[in-house]
Nanobody, 123 residues
Framework: VQLEESGGGLVQAGGSLSLSCVASGRIFKLFGMGWFRQAPGKEREFVAAIDWSGEDRSYADSVKGRLTISRDNSKDTVSLQMNKLKPEDTAVYYC?????????????????WGQGTQVTVSS
């Protein structure tokens, strides 16, 4: 399984970015997908997850109301729309493919990881 992220970059506080992740190597629509992030000196943390159907979504409290996860099973793609970005959102963002069909909220629920894409929010 391969996951390829795109869409990271530099943005000012209050701005928006959209991340995308294209998956290949297995039947995408059967599994949950997630986004995690890791800032320098910190552990990787959960950001958002979506189940196989796209109907069940979970978010970290710190991003609720600002970030939106979605998926397009016809294109094997999961996206993360990020609005009202804050400097504390600065991190490397990782796409992850789940072990199961649910929207898992811990790293243990994921079997495959992308290489990550840098998001930097300036104040």
């Amino acid at each position: 399984v391969q996951l390829e992220e795109s869409g990271g970059g530099l943005v000012q506080a209050g701005g928006s970015l959209s991340l995308s992740c294209v998956a290949s190597g297995r039947i995408f629509k059967l599994f949950g997908m997630g986004w995690f992030r890791q800032a320098p000196g910190k552990e990787r943390e959960f950001v958002a997850a979506i189940d196989w159907s796209g109907e069940d979504r979970s978010y970290a409290d710190s991003v609720k109301g600002r970030l939106t996860i979605s998926r397009d099973n016809s294109k094997d793609t999961v996206s993360l729309q990020m609005n009202k970005l804050k400097p504390e959102d600065t991190a490397v963002y990782y796409c992850a493919a789940g072990r199961y069909s649910i929207a898992a909220v811990t790293t243990a629920g994921y079997a495959y990881w992308g290489q990550g894409t840098q998001v930097t929010v300036s104040s």
